[in-house]
């Protein structure tokens, strides 16, 4: 799924949002997180979160411009 909803903490998650290459530019992600946090919205959660890689500048700042805030911090390390 793209979608997981937490009713318990009125939490919605967008587990993937990708828009190809071909088509960025053009609203297409600003209207999809516009209908997805509408969905949300009518369905009683008061919160989304969505997690993004790091190194994602262009996503990061999609979503800092959608009025996103970071929430968590998540550390990794590659065992060798």
């Keep these: 799924s ?6 318990s903490i ?10 190809s290459k071909k088509i960025r530019g053009k609203g297409i992600g600003f209207m999809l997180i516009n209908k ?4 949300f919205k ?16 262009k996503a990061k700042q999609f979503y800092f411009n959608n009025n996103y805030e970071i929430t968590n911090y998540e550390v990794g ?3 060798q």
């Design 42 to 57: 009518n369905i009683g959660c008061k919160y989304i979160f969505i997690e993004v890689f790091g190194p994602n500048i």
């Design 10 to 19: 009125l939490k919605g998650q967008i587990d993937e949002l990708i828009i």
């Design 36 to 39: 997805i946090e509408e969905y």
């Design 2 to 7: 793209i979608l997981t909803i937490d009713k």
């Design 77 to 79: 390390k590659k065992i």
